[in-house]
């Protein structure tokens, strides 16, 4: 359904390293499986810094997402799922992103969302092709996001058929949301009902906005943040979904990092 991506420019925005070199670089942790429907990820690397746990207060529940840091000009800025910050007509409050999390830790401490936004699409209608969302997060201990965790590049309308890797913490079963997964491989685009991504991938709920990676490095753990776990078809349990970032969500990308 509905129209094509309109065509832009491809453009890329390039990472931010932490001020201070986060954790001891990795070596040796031979090949993760390429493809990979979901599994723990054990290559380390700037990925398990910058992507984190949100959790936020959805019709007087504690929920939970999954979110990213990226390169920003307020150093502040993460990307995450439309339906992460916004649902069925309501925003969530108390919107907090862990960095880091695992095992119920909070190694970088707990960033709480000063502004949360989405598309104009996902915003008006809860378009699923439009199914982006951002956070601004406050200052924690004086510090700025981005120079703690460091911060994932960009790519914007990258065209379909692409190897991607996809993290997050699926929160349902069999997973329990205490475990940073991922899955890899190469994607194509929705011919159902969305202009979405697809790839093989069995994460669960509470993966929802956690980053999908062009040009991914498992050595470094550094790639270009081009979609976000979005949804999944209940007749297609293991085929993740994540949304087509074009104009909209680049626009989205440059409201939020001028906040």
């Known amino acids: 359904g509905g129209a094509a991506p309109r065509k832009g420019q491809a453009t890329t925005v390039a990472p931010t390293s932490p001020a201070a070199a986060v954790g001891k670089a990795v070596t040796d942790i031979g090949l993760m499986a390429f493809p ?8 380390g690397g700037a990925v398990v810094n910058t992507a984190g746990r949100v959790f936020f207060s959805y019709q007087g529940r ?47 401490g707990r960033w709480s969302a000063s502004k949360t936004l989405s598309t104009p699409q996902w915003t008006a209608s809860e378009d699923i092709n439009y ?78 906005g956690g980053p999908w990676f062009t040009q991914f490095n498992e050595s470094t753990g550094t790639g270009l943040l081009s979609s976000v776990n979005s949804f999944k078809y209940n007749f297609l349990p293991n085929r993740m979904y994540g949304p087509y970032f074009g104009a909209d969500a680049q626009n989205l990308y440059q409201t939020a990092q001028a906040s």
């Open 131 to 208: 199914d982006v969302g951002a956070a601004v997060v406050a200052p924690l201990d004086g510090k700025l996001l981005t120079d703690v965790v460091g911060g994932q590049g960009l790519a914007f309308n990258t065209g379909y058929n692409l190897r991607m890797y996809s993290f997050g913490f699926p929160a349902a079963a069999p997973y329990d949301g205490e475990k940073f997964i991922y899955c890899s491989g190469n994607t194509n685009r929705d011919f159902l009902l969305s202009n979405d991504h697809g790839m093989n991938c069995n994460m669960t709920g509470g993966a929802s």
């Open 36 to 43: 990979n429907a979901g599994g723990q990820w054990s290559g």
């Open 62 to 108: 504690t929920a939970s997402c999954s979110g990213n840091a990226v390169t920003s000009n307020n150093k502040s800025t993460v990307i995450t799922a439309g339906h992460c910050v916004k649902l069925e007509g309501a925003w969530h409050t108390n919107w907090v992103f862990v960095p880091g999390y695992h095992d119920g830790q909070s190694p970088y």
